[in-house]
């Protein structure tokens, strides 16, 4: 059976079925790596030069999967880095499908839905991406969801968090709309609802995985 490695933050919230953080989101094994000191307030940073990537090379060393990701897509610019690094397959942020989706979708298309629209920005795009900066929404600064994360808050409620993540698509949706790109990997739990209100193709952290490596995640959560 295939084996996943995920290099979750130093985070403590809960991590629900749909999200990279559960066992119940894939079909094979998850090995979680714990990265210390890996903070959603270090991490999640509009200036990725400030992020310390030494306890990273450091997780990965001990990685045993046959596929190495991350819990949090604000890593994407240090793709190319830790997979250098890597013996198996390496995705640092569901952004990295960027690279296919703008051959499909102009700015306009595409949705990418974050935890804060304010941090991610260019620097986080991969190359000949950056026009899809405007594409970037966020979640509302009173959001349950965002609380949680932000704070580290050990309790969650799902509903509050859906309706939370519905909103941001319900605020910015258009008849243009032909796509969503969910960077922030606690969002997918909540793609059924999405789907409930926008009937458009959903692209996140796990249909990434699914596409390097086939059969790994739950059908469900796709």
């Not at 059976?1 to 998850?30: A, N």
């Not at 307030?41 to 400030?50: D, F, G």
């Not at 991350?70 to 690094?85: K, R, V």
């Not at 405007?134 to 994360?149: F, T």
Request: charged letters at 20%; aromatic letters at 6%.
């Amino acid at each position: 059976m295939h084996r996943i490695t995920l290099l979750q933050l130093d985070t403590q919230f809960p991590r629900i079925p749909g999200d990279v953080g559960s066992v119940d989101t894939f079909k094979c094994d998850l090995e979680i790596i714990r990265v210390p000191n890996a903070t959603v307030k270090e991490v999640v940073n509009s200036n990725p030069n400030q992020i310390d990537l030494d306890p990273f090379f450091n997780a990965i060393n001990k990685a045993t999967g046959d596929l190495i990701t991350t819990s949090c897509g604000f890593l994407s610019p240090f793709q190319s880095e830790l997979d250098a690094i890597c013996n198996v397959p390496f995705i640092a942020s569901s952004l990295v499908q960027l690279e296919h989706l703008k051959n499909i979708y102009t700015p306009p298309e595409l949705q990418i839905i974050t935890f804060d629209a304010v941090k991610l920005g260019v620097a986080h795009l991969p190359e000949k991406c950056e026009d899809f900066a405007r594409s970037i929404y966020g979640l509302n600064s009173n959001a349950h969801l965002r609380n949680v994360i932000e704070n580290n808050i050990k309790q969650l409620d799902p509903v509050k968090a859906a309706i939370d993540v519905c909103a941001v698509v319900e605020q910015n949706n258009n008849k243009l709309v032909k796509s969503i790109l969910l960077e922030c990997t606690n969002l997918p739990p909540y793609k059924s609802e999405i789907r409930r209100i926008s009937n458009v193709p959903i692209y996140d952290i796990l249909t990434a995985i699914e596409n390097e490596l086939p059969n790994s995640v739950q059908t469900n959560f796709l």
